[in-house]
């Protein structure tokens, strides 16, 4: 925040910025992670912070920063190339927007970005959580099934047993979807889906995911290519615009 930007008069100015900077603090985690001439001179750095590696680039005279694993299958992103604030993966070419970690390829996830502010020759990330991994779990799955992508479900199956989603909660939104769209109503993928579900009280823990994966995989597959067509989901906002400003 700059003073001449402020609407308020200069001493009421005053109290506003520290107002942002305590309020800031209270609802950021900013950590410092680098020299921004460190940064500048090589383009990209690889940090570790608080058990997370994080890529930071330069690129157009910005400083970006994302978790440095593929979301895909977890390719060291800062081995990728950035060309128009899009961050390749040279693995299997997934796209990434580096300001907002959003995927432009469905079958990759999106990787999360930090918030950076520079402050004195210095860059800050702010760590804090911003993500709910229930909701994305959730969302994920929906993904899955509307773009049939046996990767997606199966990675949503995993998280949402692990955020201790209940298993009927992944078999109803895979009936519900299912019942909904496949054009010649009752099929064999919602019979395998069915019998899975019949089945996972006499898995074992291990099989019960391999289970839960097959039926949902199986309703996916027997309606893809059937109206409706889904949207991809648009970029997430990345909300950094006023994080981005240096508070000094
Ligand atoms: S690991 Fe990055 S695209 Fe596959």
């Not at 001493?11 to 942002?20: E, N, T």
């Not at 990209?44 to 299958?73: K, S, W």
């Not at 469905?106 to 004195?120: E, G, K, L, T």
Request: charged fraction near 20%.
């Amino acid at each position: 925040m700059h003073e001449d930007s402020c609407i308020y008069a200069p001493g009421v100015c005053q109290l506003h910025i520290d107002w942002i900077k305590i309020m800031d603090a209270l609802t950021h985690n900013y950590v410092r992670v680098a020299q921004t001439s460190t940064l500048e001179a090589k383009g990209y750095l690889v940090v570790r912070v608080e058990g997370q590696t994080i890529a930071l680039f330069h690129h157009n005279e910005r400083i970006y920063a994302v978790d440095n694993r593929c979301p895909h299958m977890g390719f060291p992103l800062h081995q990728g190339s950035v060309s128009n604030c899009i961050l390749t993966c040279h693995w299997h070419h997934a796209r990434f927007d580096l300001e907002s970690g959003g995927t432009f390829d469905p079958w990759a996830d999106d990787v999360r970005s930090f918030p950076v502010q520079i402050r004195s020759g210095e860059v800050w990330l702010d760590l804090t959580a911003r993500l709910d991994a229930k909701t994305h779990a959730r969302q994920r799955l929906l993904d899955g099934l509307e773009q049939s992508i046996s990767l997606i479900i199966a990675k949503s199956v995993l998280a949402g047993l692990a955020e201790k989603i209940e298993p009927t909660e992944a078999f109803q939104v895979g009936l519900d979807f299912g019942v909904r769209y496949r054009a010649r109503g009752w099929g064999a993928g919602l019979t395998i889906h069915t019998c899975m579900m019949n089945l996972l009280p006499y898995l074992d823990e291990r099989d019960r995911p391999r289970a839960l994966y097959h039926g949902l995989a199986a309703v996916a597959a027997e309606c893809a290519g059937q109206p409706p067509r889904f949207e991809q989901q648009p970029l997430p906002l990345s909300g950094q615009t006023k994080d981005k400003l240096p508070l000094e």
